[in-house]
């Protein structure tokens, strides 16, 4: 049973830091495409980030980029978010995913290009 399990998140203050682990497991995703999406209460899932299968290239929306890095150890099966600076807006659910493809050159920001998973992790940043 492939499962994609998230942990990391919680309750922390407007600047503060955090960093989100996503680990594989039942199948490696150290081929395919990873990506983290988020949640608010309310609102339709959004596009946080994506790397690469060999993690030499990601992609970030925009309200995150400079603040979060995505990152990977392949050799873990485990996907990261390191999320700086955070601020309010950035309260949500957060859920990792990944891209059945293998050896995709894509990195996707549409929820409907992955194929696994997780259950979520959630961030709350008070002001």
């Known amino acids: 049973q492939v499962q994609l399990v998230e942990s990391g998140g919680g309750l922390v203050q407007a600047g503060d830091s955090l960093r989100l682990s996503c680990a594989a497991s039942?199948?490696?995703?150290?081929?395919?495409?990873m990506g983290w999406f988020r949640q608010a209460p309310g609102k339709e899932r959004e596009f946080v980030a994506a790397?690469?299968?060999?993690?030499?290239?990601?992609y970030y929306a925009d309200s995150v980029k400079g603040r979060f890095a995505i990152s990977r150890d392949n050799a873990k099966n485990t996907v990261y978010l390191q999320m700086n600076s955070l601020k309010p807006e950035d309260t949500a659910v957060y859920y990792c995913?990944?891209?059945?493809?293998?050896?995709?050159?894509?990195?996707?920001?549409?929820?409907?290009?992955?194929?696994?998973w997780g259950q979520g992790t959630q961030v709350t940043v008070s002001s």
């Open positions: 790397i690469s299968w060999t993690g030499g290239r990601t």
């Open positions: 995913a990944a891209d059945a493809t293998y050896y995709s050159i894509n990195l996707y920001d549409t929820t409907g290009k992955y194929d696994y």
């Open positions: 039942g199948r490696t995703f150290s081929k395919n495409t």
